[in-house]
């Protein structure tokens, strides 16, 4: 299928979401969790390329580690060319045999480089970590610093004319990445792929819950600062704190809508074009239920601008119902640090890996 093809059916497909209604209790509900899998994975679909994995550099570590420069191919553009997915993986060096691996998702205007820490305690622990450049940052930026070349893209993506190849760089495009970054380590000989999980923090924690919400390959998640629900920020005036994550991007936005300023009304038309469905049924209320089952973790900040609380707990709720129902709640465990903002405290990134470790190492 090409871009354009795949352009037009996510028009399409975005006009025929459902939207999500109220429950008795006055929270939103949503389709079943089946029939919201099909949906996001249909909504993302696109051709698959060969890998052509190229080993840049292999570098002898400390503590008998070995680390990694590699990239991959996962689609092709709409120019023709190949997009392709710079990584970072660090191992021991001795693997007498299949190890567990786990994917490190870096935020807004970081890199694969910035998660390298997490990638040691991961290998010292005996498993694989491997970090990837999310789309428009790292080597993916173009030269560009920090994430102006994510928000110019978002930007572009908002200005896509009905009918051509649109892009979406918010998220989206990235966790089509996460599948494939999944797909090629199932194929390399010291992965175990029944033991993979994921770490993600910010935007990385956002990419992850949606990326392994609906792929049952990732056994083990750790959403950080990343939980929360964007539908309830606009319906109560919170929306500021994940706006100026991107600002230029809606003020763009709010420019082309003729509004003398960012409002709710431009990140409501913003959101739903680039990345559509995330109101509704791809919400995290709505996505985190699919984790049932998997051993889960949630980090969170209890005064968090760009995660509300009052919305996050709509994700805890709808999670601990989730795993109720399974009657798997020792797999979930949700940690909100106290007076804390937009970070990962100590304590956290103890929890995280000593949850990775017990989940995966079993």
Known sequence: MTHVRLAVRVALLTAALPIAGRSDEGRPSYPPPAEVKRAFLKLLDRPRVLFHVTIHSTQ?????????????????????????????????????????????????GGSKEGMRQWLLHLAQRGMIGIAIDARYHGERSGGAEGAAAYVQAITRAWRTKPGEPQEHPFYYDTVWDIWRTIDYLETRPDVDPRRIGMLGFSMGGIQTWLAAAVDDRVRVAVPAIAVQSFRWSLDNDRWQGRARTIRAAHEAAAQDLGEPEVNAKVCRALWNKVIPGMLDQFDCPSMIRLFAGRPLLILNGENDPNCPIEGARLAFAAAEQAYKEVQAADKLKILVAPGVGHVVTNDQRHAALAWLEKWLKE
């Open 60 to 108: 002898r570590e400390d503590d008998g580690l070995v680390s990694e420069r590699l990239s991959f191919a996962t689609e092709k553009k709409p120019d023709g060319g190949v997009e392709r997915v710079p990584a970072l993986l660090i191992r021991p060096e001795k693997i007498p045999r299949k190890l567990p691996a786990v994917i490190v998702l870096h935020g807004t």
